[in-house]
Every structure is written in structure tokens, then in C-alpha cells.
């Protein structure tokens, strides 16, 4: 890589505060999402990919969303996406139409069936959600935490979009 490439960035150390709050991050993400997972297949729920991806297309245009933009929506890479919508056209749920206003593109559509799972899921995935996340919180810690994570993932995606590459 050449120097150009390379930031400048100063030397700093992070703070014990700020490594922590960063595993805290980490691990309370990895533990919610293990017991909301444990917890839709031992009741035969949409796993959590699956709903959060059917969810994404329920808020979606009814005439469907192009797989980059959900990708965004779910936080997949683009092959994470295309298993995702092959798994779940396999299993009825979601299908792809031809982009009516690009006939080159694609549009990933929510099936009838597909939002049956969603309104069947839903209570279920949020009570995990209240359970093992909102409420260990305050509604001023919530607030908190929203904003400042936020801050956070708005600056990393302007960094990730300034990137070379």
C-alpha cells in the first residue's frame, strides 16, 4: 500500500473507559442476539436473519427493494444478502422481480406468506428484544445509548464511504 493511502491519524491511546465501553458493545450485542436466536429455534420462530431481513421488506415499497439497499437495511455484505433471499425464496417468503424501472436490476418483494411469518414472529422477537435489551435500561440510558451509538455508526459509514477503494 502506498503512503498516500495510509491516514494520518495522531497517536493515541484508548481510555480504560473507552475499550470498555467498546467490549461492553460488543459482548451485550453477541449475548442479545445468542438468546434471541436460542429463542426462535427453540419455538420455531423465523431465525434472526430472516426476520429482520422480511422486516426490512414489510417497511419497504410494496413493489419491492433492490438488493444494495437492503443490504444496507440488514447490515449484510452483498453475498450475505443474495444467501439470505435464495434461503428464503427457497422456503416461499420473499421472491425477485425484474425492476420495472431498470429492466437490468432487481427488486427483492415480500410474499403473502412471507408477511404472515412477520405478523406471526413479531410479538415474539420483540418480547426478546424488551427482555434481554430495553428492559435492563432506564428510558434516559436508552435515549443516551441511541444517540451516542448513532453519532457513532453515522461517522463510520462517512469514513467507510471516503474510503479509497
Known amino acids: 500500500m502506498t503512503a498516500q493511502l495510509i491516514p494520518r491519524t495522531r497517536k493515541r491511546r ?3 473507559d473507552e475499550l470498555g465501553a467498546w467490549r461492553a458493545l460488543v459482548r451485550a450485542y453477541a449475548a442479545v442476539t445468542r438468546a434471541l436466536e436460542r429463542d426462535a429455534e427453540a419455538e420455531g420462530r423465523l431465525p434472526l436473519f430472516a426476520y429482520w431481513l422480511l422486516l426490512a421488506l414489510w417497511q419497504g415499497p410494496p413493489q419491492g427493494v433492490r438488493p444494495t439497499a437492503l443490504a ?4 449484510l455484505t452483498k453475498s450475505g ?3 439470505a433471499v435464495d434461503r428464503l425464496e427457497a422456503d416461499g417468503l420473499v421472491e425477485r422481480r425484474v425492476c420495472p ?3 437490468r436490476g432487481q427488486l427483492a418483494v415480500l410474499t403473502p406468506r412471507g408477511r404472515r411469518a412477520v405478523v406471526r414472529s413479531s410479538p415474539a422477537h420483540f418480547r426478546g428484544i424488551a427482555s434481554y435489551f430495553a428492559d435492563e435500561l432506564t428510558d434516559r440510558e436508552a435515549a443516551v445509548i441511541r444517540k451516542a451509538l448513532d453519532r457513532v455508526g453515522d461517522r463510520a459509514e462517512r469514513h467507510g464511504e471516503a474510503t479509497p477503494g
Open 14 to 16: 484508548l481510555s480504560e
Open 101 to 103: 424501472s431498470d429492466r
Open 81 to 83: 444478502l443474495t444467501r
Open 72 to 75: 444496507d437495511q440488514t447490515f
